[in-house]
């Protein structure tokens, strides 16, 4: 949202007022309304006020540390759900028990409000729609099919099974790197514990030599001199850092964009693989359980496309409703995308042909999940010559800073 000051002619008299618009007509159009007996004169783009800009960063920086809800949660009661509407038990009424029972404090106050709207006359879907980040555009979708086909209880199993197999893999990926981060960060501990211990022990001994100390040595040295003399400001630095990065990804669009293009860019080794493949997992599964659930494909495109996190990719996978509204067929406008191979395209091509759509896009959802776990199986594997190189890297910076200058000493020493 930007702001505008926007001139307005009252009684003869010029004033300006501040109006918070996205864009300078739509500031001039709340401006009419907000005051009908003036004459708008003019509206020009300023700066936000001292105390908004600051309100609006901490709401930002509470937004990018908020708690989300765990899926865990969502799933058991989305199934709860489920259960008890096929039981035949009112929705209003499984809402009410569900929002008692849950021990979840955000999704008891959640389904409560869902309850009471309901109660007031609104449907589960429009009661939901204020909920939508915290229960994803996917849950938005299959509540809709549920009100259309009048069985709530099949749409949110469906619903449950797709979140259970996104839980699944996000946390056997999670699994597949905890130990080599868990390594990692043991070889930087303990590096930083021998500069900040073994080092300074030295450092009487190599200031005594005559000589040039060696590269491997002097460089110990600086980190030395780096840690013990600024290492609380470095560390200071990082968390700001962090806590920086963070918040602009998650309020500011363009720069999380930039940071999700270099994620997938081909230079970083298994991340954008990773990255690429859960995505493109994530997007065909929820797409072919909606086509499938009879949803349109448009709309299941529509609803895939936001559960995409990684905004390159979005930006690529938005083009295919669009193309499709020009008049192309699936295949063609996945093709233009540039994500999908030809064999999956010939796939989707055989299925609009023979009316088996749904049953093609569940075989490229079973190829994606192929590949993303057989990158997963194999994670170890594709990181241990890296994990190899950083550990021999500081071991060797270790012992040749330390014995290199010894050698040259015991040469000095044999030399009188």
């Not at 303990?190 to 080092?199: E, N, Q, R, S």
């Not at 996190?309 to 067929?329: F, H, P, S, W, Y």
Request: proline residues 3%.
């Amino acid at each position: 949202m930007k702001y505008f000051n926007v001139t307005i002619m009252d009684k003869g008299k010029k004033r300006r007022e501040l109006i918070k618009a996205k864009d300078k007509m739509l500031a001039i159009k709340l401006a009419k309304q907000k005051f009908p007996y003036t004459l708008v004169i003019k509206s020009e783009e300023t700066s936000a006020p001292a105390g908004e800009t600051f309100s609006n960063f901490f709401q930002g920086l509470k937004k990018s540390f908020k708690t989300k809800i765990p899926i865990n949660d969502k799933i058991s009661t989305i199934r709860q759900i489920a259960v008890m509407t096929n039981a035949g038990i009112a929705i209003t009424d499984t809402l009410q028990d569900v929002a008692e029972n849950t021990q979840n404090m955000q999704l008891k106050e959640i389904y409560a409000n869902i309850h009471n709207d309901i109660n007031a006359g609104n449907s589960m879907s429009d009661a939901m729609e204020p909920y939508r980040n915290e229960f994803g555009h996917v849950a938005l979708a299959m509540t809709k099919l549920g009100e259309r086909t009048g069985n709530v209880s099949e749409s949110y199993h469906k619903l449950a099974n797709i979140l259970e197999n996104i839980r699944n893999n996000t946390a056997k990926f999670k699994k597949a790197i905890r130990t080599p981060l868990i390594t990692l960060a043991a070889m930087a501990i303990a590096f930083t514990v021998l500069i900040m211990v073994v080092v300074p022990k030295f450092k009487d001994i190599f200031a005594k030599f005559k000589a040039e100390l060696p590269v491997p040595t002097q460089i110990l040295l600086m980190l030395e001199h780096a840690f013990s003399h600024y290492g609380l400001y470095m560390l200071v630095g990082l968390i700001v850092m962090f806590v920086a990065i963070k918040y602009f990804y998650t309020n500011n669009e363009d720069f999380k964009y930039r940071v999700d293009k270099i994620m997938i860019h081909p230079r970083f080794y298994l991340i954008n693989k990773a990255i690429f493949l859960s995505t493109m997992h994530k997007y065909n599964l929820v797409f072919s359980e909606l086509v499938k659930a009879g949803i349109p494909v448009s709309e299941a495109l529509s609803t895939a496309v936001g559960m995409v996190d990684n905004l390159a990719i979005k930006e690529q996978l938005l083009t295919v409703n669009a193309n499709i509204g020009r008049g192309m067929n699936l295949a063609e406008a996945f093709e233009i995308t540039g994500l999908y191979e030809n064999m999956l395209l010939q796939m989707i091509r055989a299925g609009e042909a023979g009316g088996q759509l749904d049953a093609m896009l569940e075989k490229v959802t079973q190829y994606y999940d192929m590949q993303f776990q057989e990158l997963i199986d194999n994670l170890a594997t594709y990181i241990e010559p890296i994990m190899l190189f950083f550990i021999a890297g500081l071991v060797l910076l270790m012992a040749l800073g330390i014995f290199m200058p010894m050698w040259d000493l015991g040469k000095a020493v044999k030399g009188r």
